[in-house]
């Protein structure tokens, strides 16, 4: 869904024509014209002082959009003429390493923050195309946009890549909930609610209508966690509801650290993994299906998500192998019947979205698939946050768009949410830019070419794996 204003759009689409009528005229000079970098020291024309850690050798620039936004960008003397725009760069340290090893290598680096924004997610999507204009202004005009992000971020580049391919070139996003608004918190509010309906009925934790103290709502449902987690009933229905919201059974520890893979033949093991997934780490499943559905339903005035016609017997049919393995056991050590706790499930009133609060979150934003330009996505298999099934989500609207040959889906065999080494991410990166210097992915975006790429920048072997994630549970299309 393109939710852009008009007068946005328009100088987004003359910036953009602009900028295909100089690669048109590059492509008539030849290849040899596309390697030959900018200098930006002689085409900046808005330059500020950068901050204290920059990288060595670049020029800055940077201000405020019309909302109130920062913005930044970073540009090296020796300019490859790409530029990489991201959500969240100007909120980060200068001396972020990602930013010193584009630098290097000659991309310009920038983007805006989510302070002003937050979870208005299609005005964060418009604020990517305005400081790329404003890129434009201070420096010229690149031979290549990419938009690229973590998190939010790399929600925010794939709206991007949808809402102004007229602007953009390519996307690149990382950990990016690519199963749309809508889609994701519809997975996330089946979680919480079979959570809340085996365990903790007739409790205050909060499913929707999440309280302004989130913090407080958050460490509430961490304490009864953790004592159903002291139980055999408790952990087996932990692992049921887990396995009904395609969590990774993959979870860091609570101090933060990575935990090692589970066995996949190991119960006890798997259904840890879930628990951490769950409440475990900085960034707990938990924490955000509080803090972020607050700050949701604050902006689109109310609850935009549904479990109304849900059959969690279906879904949770169409779990993992190893995770319906797991419930089975740890159910039948607890002397519990999984049939039973489906029908209860099946019996509990279902919570119903208000179509107003829909409409909003549609907004920002369901992907369609039909993509106009090269898109990569890159995701680790136990991601907590942005879980893997809904990148499979992304790929069937490209797929039924018939725009499949326009993606390509990479994935990382590391804990956590956004868990990427910065080689990791520049491996990504490269890969994108060689897409768009031949018109073709070739064998660029396999594991293999993926891990060369990572090993040649550091010591250490790449985590790039080949996976074909689950079919996600809770598609939406609009």
Known sequence: MKNTHDTKKRTAMSSGRLRRAVAVQLAVVGVAALAAPATASATARDTQPCPDGSPDGVVCTGGELADGTPYRFVVPDRWNGIVIVDLDFASRAADEPLTGRLAERGYAVGGTTRTVTGWNIAAAVDNQAAALERFEDAVGRPRWAVASGKSMGGFVSAG?????????DAAVPFCGGLGGAVGQWNQKLDTVFTLKSLLFDGSSLPVTGIPADTGQATQDWTSALAE????????????LAAAIGQLPGWGLAPDGGATP???PADPDAVQEGMYLALSGGAQPYIGQAMSSRRAIET?????PSWNTGVDYSRQFAAASTEQRRTVRELYARAGLDIRADLRTLARTPRIPAEPSAVEYLEKGIVFDGDLRIPVLTVNPVG???STVAQQQSYGLAARKAGKSALLRQSYLDTVGHCTFTPEEQVAAITVMTKRLSTGRWADTATPRSLNRLTESAQDAPGRYVSYRPPVFNRPYFG
Do not use: M, S, W
Request: cysteine-free; proline content about 9%.
């Open 160 to 168: 991007a890549a949808q809402v102004h391919p007229e602007v953009f």
């Open 228 to 239: 159903a987690q002291a139980t055999p009933r408790g952990r087996a229905r932990i692992a």
């Open 261 to 263: 893979k589970p066995d």
């Open 299 to 303: 902006l689109a005035g109310g609850n």
């Open 383 to 385: 991601d907590q946050i």
